[in-house]
Nanobody, 123 residues
Framework: QVHVAESGGGLVQAGGSLRLSCVVA????????GGWFRQAPGKEREFIGSISRSSGSTKYADSVKGRFTITRDNANDMVYLQMNSLKPEDTAVYYC????????????????WGQGPQVTVST
């Protein structure tokens, strides 16, 4: 059993920053990937980035590359999403998920999901 839960989120002005935290705990030996997805109103859930919890290697969607950074703290079973230079179009529910391989970007590749905090970016 793998437990995934996010914290953080909220309201921020355009150009601001926000950090989301995610605990990935339990039987995580087969869940090397910590992935982040988001779902904006009226849109499908999309992949925004992932990290290998063992190597620290990362992958990002073009829409967030250079603005968002994913890191991990294995000692505390944590994965973080640092979001800078936020734009109104970043408004969405953000999900953390655990999966086998960090290079995978499809929802179906991630087995365990958190509830998803809301992030709202105002103009």
């Amino acid at each position: 059993q793998v437990h995934v839960a996010e914290s953080g989120g909220g309201l921020v002005q355009a150009g601001g920053s926000l950090r989301l935290s995610c605990v990935v705990a339990g039987r995580t030996y087969s869940s090397d990937a910590g992935g982040w997805f988001r779902q904006a109103p009226g849109k499908e859930r999309e992949f925004i980035g992932s990290i290998s919890r063992s190597s620290g290697s990362t992958k990002y969607a073009d829409s967030v590359k250079g603005r968002f950074t994913i890191t991990r703290d294995n000692a505390n079973d944590m994965v973080y999403l640092q979001m800078n230079s936020l734009k109104p179009e970043d408004t969405a529910v953000y999900y953390c998920a655990a999966g086998r391989r960090w290079l995978h970007t499809a929802e179906s590749d991630y087995v365990n999901w958190g509830q998803g905090p809301q992030v709202t970016v105002s103009t």
